[in-house]
C-alpha cells in the first residue's frame, strides 16, 4: 500500500516562497508518475504540475514559470518550489501518484497540505 505524506504548507505573504515536500512510502521504481494538484475553498480541484519516472514536467498555466517540480529518488520525495505567490495560490494542495497494478494503475493521494497567501 503506497502512502504519501505532504509537508511544507503555511502562510506566506504575497510574492513570497515555499517549497512542499511529498514523501512516498515505497521506492519510486514501484511508481510512475507523479503530481501535484491543489483546490481552493468552494472550487474543483486542480492540476498544478506532473513529473514523469522519467523526469518530464508539465504545468499548469498559472504555475508556469513561479512554480518547479522535481523529485529526490534517492528520498522517495518529490517537492513543489512555489516563488512569486500570489493570493490565488492559496490552497489545499495535494500530491498523487500513479501506482501500476495488474489492471493498469491506481492514482493514491496524499492527505493535503495547505497553503494560504495573505498580508
Known amino acids: 500500500q503506497v502512502q504519501l505524506v505532504e509537508s511544507g504548507g503555511g502562510l506566506v505573504q504575497p510574492g513570497g516562497s515555499l517549497r512542499l515536500s511529498c514523501a512516498a512510502s515505497v521506492s519510486f521504481f514501484s511508481i510512475n508518475g507523479m503530481g501535484w494538484y491543489r483546490q481552493a475553498p468552494g472550487k474543483e480541484r486542480e492540476l498544478v504540475a506532473t513529473?514523469?519516472?522519467?523526469?518530464?514536467?508539465k504545468y499548469a498555466g498559472s504555475a508556469k514559470g513561479r512554480f518547479t517540480i522535481s523529485r529526490d529518488n534517492a528520498e522517495n520525495t518529490i517537492y513543489l518550489q512555489m516563488n512569486n505567490l500570489k493570493p490565488e495560490d492559496t490552497a489545499v494542495y495535494y500530491c498523487?501518484?500513479?501506482?501500476?497494478?495488474?489492471?493498469?494503475?491506481?492514482?493514491?493521494w496524499g492527505q493535503g497540505t495547505l497553503v494560504t497567501v495573505s498580508s
Open positions: 513529473i514523469t519516472d522519467g523526469s518530464s514536467t
Open positions: 498523487n501518484a500513479d501506482v501500476p497494478v495488474p489492471a493498469g494503475s491506481v492514482r493514491v
